[in-house]
Protein backbone atom coordinates (compact mmCIF):
# COMPACT_ATOMS: atom_id res chain seq x y z
CA UNK A 1 0.00 0.00 0.00
CA UNK A 2 1.68 3.66 -0.35
CA UNK A 3 1.64 6.26 1.77
CA UNK A 4 -1.15 8.20 1.30
CA UNK A 5 -0.23 12.30 1.45
CA UNK A 6 -2.27 14.73 3.81
CA UNK A 7 -3.00 18.29 2.29
CA UNK A 8 -2.85 21.09 5.02
CA UNK A 9 -6.26 21.60 5.82
CA UNK A 10 -5.62 25.70 5.24
CA UNK A 11 -3.34 28.25 4.65
CA UNK A 12 -1.30 29.67 7.25
CA UNK A 13 -0.91 33.60 8.19
CA UNK A 14 2.89 33.26 8.61
CA UNK A 15 5.12 32.28 6.76
CA UNK A 16 8.93 31.19 7.27
CA UNK A 17 11.20 34.68 7.60
CA UNK A 18 8.13 36.61 9.42
CA UNK A 19 8.54 38.44 12.07
CA UNK A 20 5.97 37.03 14.95
CA UNK A 21 4.65 38.29 18.53
CA UNK A 22 3.99 35.39 20.66
CA UNK A 23 0.27 35.91 22.32
CA UNK A 24 0.31 32.48 24.63
CA UNK A 25 1.76 30.23 26.25
CA UNK A 26 4.59 30.43 28.51
CA UNK A 27 6.82 32.72 26.02
CA UNK A 28 4.17 35.20 25.80
CA UNK A 29 4.80 38.64 24.71
CA UNK A 30 8.48 37.62 23.47
CA UNK A 31 9.16 38.09 19.46
CA UNK A 32 10.99 36.50 16.86
CA UNK A 33 11.44 35.33 13.87
CA UNK A 34 10.03 32.19 12.41
CA UNK A 35 12.46 29.45 11.23
CA UNK A 36 9.90 26.66 10.20
CA UNK A 37 6.52 26.12 9.71
CA UNK A 38 5.70 22.75 10.09
CA UNK A 39 2.03 22.18 8.57
CA UNK A 40 1.63 18.63 9.44
CA UNK A 41 1.12 19.63 13.42
CA UNK A 42 0.32 23.01 12.56
CA UNK A 43 3.16 24.50 14.81
CA UNK A 44 5.95 27.13 14.34
CA UNK A 45 9.66 27.14 15.61
CA UNK A 46 10.43 30.69 16.33
CA UNK A 47 14.16 32.04 16.86
CA UNK A 48 15.06 32.18 20.52
CA UNK A 49 11.27 31.46 21.84
CA UNK A 50 10.15 28.44 23.93
CA UNK A 51 13.72 27.02 24.56
CA UNK A 52 14.40 23.48 25.25
CA UNK A 53 17.61 22.06 26.79
CA UNK A 54 18.26 18.45 25.19
CA UNK A 55 20.73 16.19 26.57
CA UNK A 56 23.38 14.70 24.34
CA UNK A 57 25.06 11.03 24.53
CA UNK A 58 28.71 11.09 25.25
CA UNK A 59 30.62 10.20 22.09
CA UNK A 60 33.72 9.44 21.18
CA UNK A 61 34.09 12.88 19.59
CA UNK A 62 32.26 14.54 22.66
CA UNK A 63 33.21 12.01 25.57
CA UNK A 64 31.39 14.35 28.37
CA UNK A 65 27.94 14.50 26.29
CA UNK A 66 26.38 18.17 26.75
CA UNK A 67 23.49 20.17 27.13
CA UNK A 68 22.38 21.55 24.18
CA UNK A 69 19.56 24.64 24.30
CA UNK A 70 17.16 24.29 20.75
CA UNK A 71 14.17 26.12 20.29
CA UNK A 72 10.65 24.46 20.40
CA UNK A 73 8.02 24.34 18.76
CA UNK A 74 4.63 26.69 19.18
CA UNK A 75 0.98 26.19 18.07
CA UNK A 76 0.25 28.71 15.16
CA UNK A 77 -2.80 29.93 17.37
CA UNK A 78 -0.59 31.41 19.97
CA UNK A 79 1.37 33.66 17.04
CA UNK A 80 0.27 36.93 15.60
CA UNK A 81 2.40 38.51 12.76
CA UNK A 82 4.01 41.59 13.15
CA UNK A 83 3.25 44.47 10.83
CA UNK A 84 6.45 44.95 8.61
CA UNK A 85 5.40 48.98 8.14
CA UNK A 86 4.49 49.37 11.85
CA UNK A 87 6.03 47.33 13.76
CA UNK A 88 3.17 45.91 15.54
CA UNK A 89 1.25 42.83 15.86
CA UNK A 90 -1.75 42.76 13.31
CA UNK A 91 -3.73 39.91 11.72
CA UNK A 92 -3.82 39.55 8.81
CA UNK A 93 -6.02 38.97 5.65
CA UNK A 94 -6.24 37.93 2.11
CA UNK A 95 -7.02 39.58 -0.96
CA UNK A 96 -6.08 40.20 -4.82
CA UNK A 97 -3.29 42.46 -5.64
CA UNK A 98 -3.07 44.61 -8.81
CA UNK A 99 -1.45 41.36 -10.46
CA UNK A 100 -4.54 39.76 -9.74
CA UNK A 101 -2.68 37.23 -6.93
CA UNK A 102 -3.74 36.87 -3.69
CA UNK A 103 -1.97 38.52 -1.40
CA UNK A 104 -1.73 38.68 2.55
CA UNK A 105 -2.39 42.22 4.08
CA UNK A 106 -2.88 43.51 7.49
CA UNK A 107 -5.87 44.48 8.92
CA UNK A 108 -4.72 47.30 10.84
CA UNK A 109 -2.79 49.40 8.24
CA UNK A 110 -4.47 47.71 5.08
CA UNK A 111 -1.44 47.68 3.24
CA UNK A 112 -0.29 44.22 1.76
CA UNK A 113 2.50 42.12 3.71
CA UNK A 114 5.91 42.00 1.17
CA UNK A 115 6.18 37.84 0.53
CA UNK A 116 10.05 37.40 1.81
CA UNK A 117 10.28 34.36 -0.20
CA UNK A 118 9.54 36.28 -3.68
CA UNK A 119 12.77 38.46 -2.26
CA UNK A 120 15.02 35.38 -2.08
CA UNK A 121 14.19 34.60 -5.24
CA UNK A 122 12.37 31.86 -4.33
CA UNK A 123 8.38 30.41 -5.99
Given amino acids: MEKKITLPKHKFHIKTGDTVLVIGGNSKGQRGVVKEVIVEKDRAR ?3 V ?3 T ?3 KPTASNPQGSLEKTEGSIHISNLK ?3 PATGEPTRTGRKL ?3 GK ?3 FSKKTGNFIPD ?3 DAGRK
Fill in 46 to 48: VEG
Fill in 50 to 52: AMI
Fill in 54 to 56: KHM
Fill in 81 to 83: LVD
Fill in 97 to 99: NDK
Fill in 102 to 104: LQR
Fill in 116 to 118: RSA
